[in-house]
């Protein structure tokens, strides 16, 4: 795989909770569509744990060697893994993922996520979309009830980072400002309509109230009671 990933348009570190940061970044999927993602950062003692991996720019780098030694990247889903290459040779970091990736096939994880595994950070644990297609999984970070994940739950304030052609796209794809199921992820890891009711409703039994996923924005104390009532919704 090429590691040469291309550094995006990004924003600076924030600390969303006590050693827990957050970039805003973008991704360009062509001249004309570019739309946000993002990269969370958890520190444990000098450990540094990457998940959703975006590479970044000089400034970024440096901020994020200051805070410490990059030792983890984590994979939680399927439709991401553009730049965990790059993170894998340059720090010789340990790679988590599920098997049996259809994008990105060929990373290959020396560390591999199931729900009876302890993540590399403290107090925190994997779930797993056990009926998904194709792998998907979440993690949750105990100490501060928080659920990161990818594409599954999502909750978008704002279109930052979005190109004008994006937002029309996305839109029709059914992308809304607010809490969501990504519905392009949910349409494609569905083997029917309702496969998936029974996994989101054993994530809810999860002890979490703030989300933030690989795109949009961070969501504190709100998360689950937004969960239960876009699952009525969904899956009706």
Known sequence: MNNDAKVSKQDT??????????????????????????????RDGQDL????????????????NQLGVVKHVIRLGDFHGLDDQYYLDTF???????????????????????????PPIKNSQFFIFKSAKFPESVLLLKEYKLLITTDSIQYWNHWGH??????????????????????PWLKRVSSHQNSLKDDFQKLLALDFTSLVAAHGDVLKDEAKIMLKGVLSQTFE
């Open 13 to 42: 570190f924030i600390e969303i909770f006590p050693n827990v940061y957050l970039l805003k970044t973008s991704i360009r999927l062509s001249p004309l569509l570019q739309m946000n993602r993002n990269m969370v950062v958890v």
């Open 162 to 183: 979005t190109s004008f052609l994006s937002k029309i796209i996305l839109f029709v794809m059914g992308f809304r400002l607010g809490f969501f199921i990504g519905k």
């Open 92 to 118: 010789s970091a340990n790679f988590w993922s599920q098997e049996q990736h259809q994008t990105y096939p060929e990373l290959v994880p020396n560390k591999i996520i199931d729900t009876d595994v302890m």
């Open 49 to 64: 744990i990457i998940i959703n991996a975006v590479r970044l720019n000089d400034e970024n780098l440096q901020y994020l």
